[in-house]
């Protein structure tokens, strides 16, 4: 039983996978990153699965890292903030090799991880008027651990018009952007999303499987290597002086030093 998360698997061996802490807009705790860890994994083992939609319960599809999840980063050792960094990069890891098609349904807004669990999933479709952005450099922190998938999806002329300035983008922008396949109206969704699913029900599952791990090897890939510069990355930031400066400031309910908007 995990507490971050539901799983359901319909007739046709398609699993919805859904993000369930509407309370926190579905944002990633420890608990929930090693419960999609152990999901991704079991989805991706279980023969009766034929195709996995990934979605989130209420208002938000994903609203990034857990702040109070980050606030003990804060206060960690150098060691154990390395060992966080690293569960939400094998997070990441275990969604994208997991070798069945993943349809992103993002029924809501994304912010920082949030847009790195849409850009793991095979192919996402969002609804019109969703609000987006990678808002980590506003906290003094970096996209690091999602940043890989981000821009594998986006392509790096893309992401650098919002992995920096962390300025919010709605649903048309993210589909010019490469982050979603489309964008529909809220009651189009579940339609546009069964659109997605229905054609792998015709194909051969251990050649979808075959076809998932060849793209993997012909594109960049994100090696031990590159999780590692990531995670680097992400320690040095929070380590730094301004991501303390941008954290405090969000829960004290002020604008950072740095801030002018």
Request: contains cysteine; aromatic residues 4%; negative net charge.
């Amino acid at each position: 039983m995990m507490d971050t998360i539901s799983i359901e698997v319909d007739a046709r061996g398609v699993a919805t996978l859904t993000l369930d802490r509407a309370e926190k807009h579905n944002a990633l705790s420890a608990e929930m990153i090693a419960d999609l860890t152990e999901a991704a994994e079991r989805l991706g083992k279980d023969p009766a699965v034929r195709v996995v939609v990934l979605t989130g319960k209420g208002k938000s599809f994903c609203a990034g890292g857990d702040l109070g999840w980050m606030k003990e980063q804060m206060v960690a050792d150098a060691a154990t903030r390395a060992a966080e960094a690293r569960k939400l990069a094998e997070m990441l890891g275990a969604l994208d090799r997991m070798p069945k098609p993943l349809i992103g349904k993002v029924q809501g807004q994304a912010f920082g991880g949030g847009i790195g669990m849409m850009s793991v999933c095979d192919v996402a479709v969002g609804v019109e008027g969703a609000k987006f952005g990678l808002t980590e450099t506003r906290l003094g922190l970096i996209p690091a651990t999602i940043g890989p998938y981000v821009v594998a999806r986006m392509g790096a002329a893309r992401a650098r018009r919002v992995f920096m300035s962390a300025r919010i983008f709605v649903a048309d922008e993210a589909v010019a952007l490469g982050l979603l396949a489309k964008a529909v109206p809220a009651d189009a969704l579940d339609a546009a999303v069964e659109a997605e699913v229905v054609p792998y029900l015709s194909c051969a599952p251990g050649a979808v499987a075959r076809a998932k791990a060849l793209i993997a090897k012909l594109e960049p890939r994100v090696n031990d290597a590159v999780v590692a510069t990531t995670i680097d990355a992400l320690v040095d930031a929070w380590e730094g002086d301004e991501a303390p400066e941008g954290v405090a400031a969000f829960f004290e309910k002020r604008k950072p030093i740095w801030s002018e908007g």
